[in-house]
Each structure stands twice: as structure tokens, then as C-alpha cells.
């Protein structure tokens, strides 16, 4: 059984960074996609990032181009989201999903299969 658990939130002033880690358990992820999505407080879950387990395409939401990067750590098998230049508007619970098969292109709740429990980011102005 798939396992996805997130590490690395917490409480940072704007403009400073953190690195989130999503550790998977529970199957060989060769075949695998993965993404972070963020719910803040009263809005809808929103796609941030995705990877292709291998090969290592990348996908990002508009908002987070050049400030936050996706990427696989496969000895440790476990997919890291560095956030830099944080912004109050980035506070959030984030989410760590996996699809099988996926291309790294998947951007909706619907298309994974797996999440996480979340881990809180709270960017203060």
C-alpha cells in the first residue's frame, strides 16, 4: 500500500524559504507521478507542482514559476518542494499525491490516486 508522508512545514516571514519533504512508502515509484497541491483556509485544493518519478519532467502552477522547485530524491525515494520568496498568499496546507502512470503533467485532484496527511506552511508579512 502506497504511503505518502509529509515533513518540513512551519511558520516563515515573507520572503524566506522552506523545503518540504514528501517521504513514499509501499511500492516502487519508478511508474509514478508526483505532485504537491495546497488548501488554504476557506478555498478550494489547488494543484502547485508535479514530477515524473523518472525522467523528471516538471510542471508548475503560474504563481509559483521561478520561486518554488520540485524534485526526487530516488535513494531516498522521496520528492522535496524547495519554496523561496515565500509570500503570505503562499499559506497553506500542502499535499503530497501520487498517480500511477502519470506524466508529470497531471494538474487535478481527481487524476491522483494517493495523498498525504498535509503539513501546514504559515508565511507571516
Same mark, same amino acid.
Given at each position: #500500500?502506497?504511503?505518502l508522508?509529509?515533513? %518540513?512545514g512551519g511558520?516563515?516571514?515573507? %520572503?524566506?524559504s522552506?523545503?518540504?519533504?514528501? !517521504?513514499?512508502? %509501499?511500492?516502487?515509484?519508478?511508474? /509514478?507521478?508526483?505532485g ?7 478555498? &478550494?485544493?489547488e494543484?502547485? !507542482?508535479?514530477?515524473?518519478?523518472? +525522467? ?9 514559476? %521561478?520561486?518554488? *522547485?520540485i524534485s ?6 522521496t $520528492? /522535496?518542494? #524547495?519554496?523561496?520568496?515565500l509570500?503570505p498568499?503562499? *499559506?497553506?496546507?500542502?499535499?503530497? !499525491? !501520487?498517480?500511477? +502512470?502519470?506524466n508529470?503533467?497531471q494538474? &487535478?485532484?481527481? &487524476? ?5 496527511q498535509?503539513?501546514q $506552511?504559515?508565511?507571516?508579512s
Amino acid at each position: #500500500q502506497v504511503q505518502l508522508a509529509e515533513s %518540513g512545514g512551519g511558520l516563515v516571514q515573507a %520572503g524566506g524559504s522552506l523545503r518540504l519533504s514528501c !517521504a513514499a512508502s %509501499g511500492r516502487t515509484f519508478s511508474d /509514478y507521478a508526483m505532485g504537491w497541491f495546497r488548501q488554504a483556509p476557506g478555498k &478550494e485544493r489547488e494543484f502547485v !507542482a508535479a514530477i515524473k518519478w523518472t +525522467g523528471g519532467i516538471t510542471y508548475y502552477q503560474d504563481s509559483v514559476k %521561478g520561486r518554488f *522547485t520540485i524534485s526526487i530524491d530516488n535513494a531516498k525515494n522521496t $520528492v /522535496y518542494l #524547495q519554496m523561496n520568496s515565500l509570500k503570505p498568499e503562499d *499559506t497553506a496546507v500542502y499535499y503530497c !499525491a !501520487a498517480v500511477l +502512470g502519470g506524466n508529470g503533467r497531471q494538474r &487535478e485532484i481527481y &487524476e491522483y490516486d494517493y495523498w498525504g496527511q498535509g503539513t501546514q $506552511v504559515t508565511v507571516s508579512s
